[in-house]
């Protein structure tokens, strides 16, 4: 299976701030590489696909970069819905894995 | 509105069986492969299975912890996706939801989950 490792875990940030989330994959995934928001209590939602892609209805201060085996997700201007926690997905070969998840809280 | 429903979990004993079953609507259900997730109480996401839809040969893969144990069918003419749990363990409570896989093996629309609790 591949292995996707988050950093880091968890990070404290203010509303305003430019946060950026990587992922590293165990082998390559190519560009297989997906970002979901996670909110308490609610189901994760997609944010970014093929690795660089903004998913339909996803505010653009989200962004994403990245191939092979190194990832990040980037948020230009953190709002109070994104105080959540962030998943990465590999989608290159089965099973699909994910990262452990970086949580994103308030400082 | 692309919706999926979940529903069937439970507390159950150690060794015994479970049915969920996931509902879509506002898409054309039986376009789609559907998936499996589950996740414990504060940890990450874990894929369980998944199963093709017809025009992909409508069969399914499972993750090792749980084949063997677990059928994942689909009913399109009723837009319900089921996971059959057999043979249930501690380990395997968690919220389980379902989704609808996009392009690249992404998940688009998912469910709001439902709990299955394994215990005696």
């Known amino acids: 299976d591949i292995q996707m490792t988050q950093s880091p875990s968890s990070l404290s940030a203010s509303v305003g701030d430019r946060v950026t989330i990587t992922c590293r994959a165990s082998q390559t995934v190519t560009f297989y590489l997906n970002w979901y928001r996670q909110r308490p209590g609610k189901a994760p939602e997609l944010l970014i696909f093929a690795a660089s892609k903004l998913q339909s209805g996803v505010p653009s201060r989200f962004s994403g970069s990245g191939s092979g085996t190194d990832f990040t997700l980037t948020i230009s201007g953190l709002q109070p819905e994104d105080f959540a926690t962030y998943y990465c997905q590999q989608g290159y070969s089965n099973p699909v894995t994910f990262g452990g998840g970086t949580k994103v809280d308030i400082k | 509105e692309e919706q999926l429903v979940e529903s069937g979990g439970g507390l159950v004993p150690p060794g015994q069986s479970l049915r969920l079953s996931c509902r879509g609507s506002g898409f054309i259900f039986g376009d789609y492969n559907v998936n499996w997730f589950r996740q414990a109480p504060g940890k990450g996401l874990e894929w369980v299975g998944f199963?093709?839809?017809?025009?992909?040969?409508?069969?399914?893969d499972y993750a090792a912890s749980v084949k063997g144990r677990f059928t994942i069918s689909r009913d399109d003419s009723k837009r319900i996706a089921y996971l059959q749990m057999s043979s249930l363990k501690t380990e395997d409570s968690a919220v389980y939801s379902c989704?609808?896989?996009?392009?690249?093996?992404?998940?688009?629309?998912w469910g709001q989950g439902t709990m299955v609790s394994v215990s005696s």
């Open positions: 989704t609808r896989e996009a392009g690249l093996t992404s998940f688009d629309v």
């Open positions: 199963i093709r839809s017809r025009a992909h040969g409508g069969t399914a």
